[in-house]
């Protein structure tokens, strides 16, 4: 029973395709997020919904579009791939966003490894 | 085995010794530390967490420190074993808000048998 799942966990893609990232959580949790690995394992948060609500929105380009169907979808939309992209990918779901204590506890999937050549 | 975190991303820790990774955060409103584990292949997996009213709390062979006074934070494990292995990150939130959690660079834990 996969708590936070990521489709697919590889990707590799030309420049200039458009992919997507799926992520789905089974945890009854209200808010999901998305961050970006760099190949120095620094992490960085990309967007944060809150029950299909856009909260945070980091400075990401507009090439990167999230969906949040329903709360326990959080889709990640990348058009026009360029090189820097290249990066993995992390969903996270937590069942609070403001209450500054483990509910805030961020569950994350295992990563979409994306390369682009 | 200790590291200073930022400065010293890699630690490496004879298998049974306690390990002391370390992290120095940047906002002195943070008030909610978190401490992740990150396995190769694997997304980063919640350890322990401490809010700034305490300034130490123990887990299961773990221990986190946190020194407001000169923003930092430890993360103590005792009897380190191969499993251990990892990437650590610690992690900063101003509580209260919809503020996103900061994630330190982190410190790569490796064991020598």
């Known amino acids: 029973d996969t708590a936070v799942s990521q489709t697919p966990k590889y990707l590799v893609t030309q420049m200039g395709n458009d992919k997507s990232i799926k992520c789905e959580q089974n945890?009854?949790?209200?808010?999901m997020y998305w961050y970006k690995q760099d190949s120095k394992k620094f992490l960085k948060i990309m967007f944060s919904y809150n029950n299909k609500e856009l909260i945070i929105n980091e400075t990401v380009p507009n090439r990167f579009s999230p969906k949040s169907p329903d709360k326990a979808h959080l889709n990640l939309h990348i058009n026009s791939l360029e090189l820097g992209d290249s990066a993995v990918y992390f969903c996270a779901s937590s069942q609070d966003l403001t209450s500054g204590g483990i509910t805030d506890t961020q569950y994350f999937g295992p990563g979409t490894r994306l390369t682009v050549l | 085995g200790e590291s200073v975190g930022l400065h010293l991303p890699t630690l490496s820790v004879q298998e049974g010794d306690n390990s002391i990774i370390n992290c120095a955060y940047s906002n002195s409103a943070s008030d909610y530390f978190i401490w992740y584990k990150q396995e190769s292949g694997k997304g980063p997996q919640f350890i322990i967490d401490i809010r700034s009213n305490m300034d130490k709390r123990q887990g299961q062979r773990v221990t986190v420190l946190l020194n407001k006074t000169v923003k930092h934070l430890s993360l103590q494990i005792a009897a380190t074993q191969p499993g251990d292995s990892a990437v650590y990150f610690c992690a900063e939130k101003v509580h209260s808000s919809a503020s996103k959690i900061i994630f330190g660079s982190g410190t790569r834990l490796s064991i020598r048998p």
């Open positions: 945890l009854g949790h209200d808010t």
